[in-house]
Every structure is written in C-alpha cells, then in structure tokens.
C-alpha cells in the first residue's frame, strides 16, 4: 500500500496511455503498460490515469483490469460521456473516472469539457459515476461557467486544463504566463471554497510544473505524455522520481 500523504503534499497521477501507444505501434504486448503502472506505484506515484478511446489508440479493455489487479493504486479513467464508456466504468469500478471531451481525429485532449452546453447530456453521467461510489471529475477550462456547471451537475472533482498555461510557458510569454496562473489559482480557490476538490493537468514538465503545483488548494495533478516521454532517456523511474521532487519542492 502506498504511504498516508501529509496534509499539504500534492499527489501526482501518472498517465500510462502513451506506453500504450508505442505498444500498439507494433501490435504486439511490449511495453506492456501495466509494468509502467508497477513503476509508478514503486517511486512514489500517487495513482494511474489511463484514457480509454473510442477508437482504443492508447489503452485497450483488458488492459483496465490488468493495471488493477497489478497495483494498490487507485484508476483514474479518463472517458468520453458515452453509454460504452459508463458501462465499461461501471463494470471495472474505478476509484475514479474523468469526464473529457473526445474527437475521433484528435491527436490528444485538446481543450476542456463545454460542461455548461452539455449540461443536460451530463447530468445522468456524472449522477450515475456518484452514485456507484467512483469519484466522478469534470476535465474543464478554469472559468467560472465551466466551475460553476460542475457544481450544478454534482461532480465532487474537477480537474482544470492548463494547456493555454503549458502555450504560453513555451512560448516565453510571461504576461500570459502570469495571467494563466492566476486564472487557474483563482479557479481552484472558488472550487474548494464550493466543496469541490480541483486537480490539474495537460502539458506539465519539469521546467513548468512548479507554478501549478504551488497553488495551494491543488489537490493532484495528473502527467502522462511528458513523462512517457523523458523516459525514453531517462527511465521511468527517474521521470517519475523528479516530477516528485519537483512538486515536492515548490509545497
């Protein structure tokens, strides 16, 4: 079982879909996503994100119950608002599932859930996530009408997009870069002030993470791409190992 975190630290979700990714480029079992979940859970990670698609690009179905029987670790599922994908949900059980929006020809997430104009098609999602006991989230841009569609729909977690944030860090656009922050910092104060636990992610590394996690009522931030990434020079391990520290140190 991983350690009790102390009050103030910062969890860190590690997303495992693009080792996924690189295994299905040849069709065959290797890298097996499930030993990168093991990794995680043996340096520190907090817990696993895998996106299930549509058009299973990244994990596939039995890869779900495979990670959870590999590791104590609680499952993210990131998943389209889809009657396949709240079946799947239900059946695997989660600790938890993430509402994102999804396009069949999108390389990968690229902005957040329009939680205000798919109200109505969300509502039964997102009740029904709560109801079964998986803690629902709502991957939304970090404005007060996405907020406040979550807090209407009932979700007990958001998790805030920072790509604009991750743009403008590489872009070298300070102005932008301070302006995001804020935006995203002043979102997270009115979420939990509304009982509502934010999380953070898309586009984090090593040299602009430590903004985010800084903001103190973040709760959790989930990586995937960057860290697949660094450990194909590094190892997973290391990868791991310093986004750890990083976010560690700017708590």
Known sequence: ????????????????????????????????PVR??????????DGITA?????????????LARIQE?????????MAATEEMLAIAL??????ACIVPEKREERTTEGGLDAAGQHNHLQRFVSTLND????TSLFIEASERQLDAAIRLGAPVVE????????AFLDDDSERVASEVKRIADMAALAAKNGIEPHAGHGLTFENVQPIAAIPQIAELNIGHYLVGEAVFVGLESAVRRMRELMDEAR
Not at 58 to 63: A, K, L, M, Q
Not at 132 to 135: D, E, F, Y
Not at 160 to 167: L, N, P
Request: no cysteine; hydrophobic share 35%; charged share 30%.
């Open 1 to 32: 079982m991983t350690a009790p975190l102390r009050p103030s630290q910062l969890r860190l979700g590690v997303n495992i879909d693009h080792v996924a990714t690189i295994r299905n480029a040849r069709g065959g079992d290797h890298p097996d």
């Open 70 to 78: 590999a590791t104590d670790l609680p499952l993210n599922l990131e």
């Open 91 to 96: 059946r695997h059980k989660p600790h938890a």
């Open 160 to 167: 805030f997009h920072t790509g604009e944030y991750a743009h």
């Open 36 to 45: 990168a979940a093991e990794i995680v859970a043996s340096v520190g990670g």
């Open 132 to 135: 079964s006991g998986i803690r």
């Open 51 to 63: 996106h299930l698609r549509e058009d299973r690009r990244h994990i596939r179905d039995e890869d």
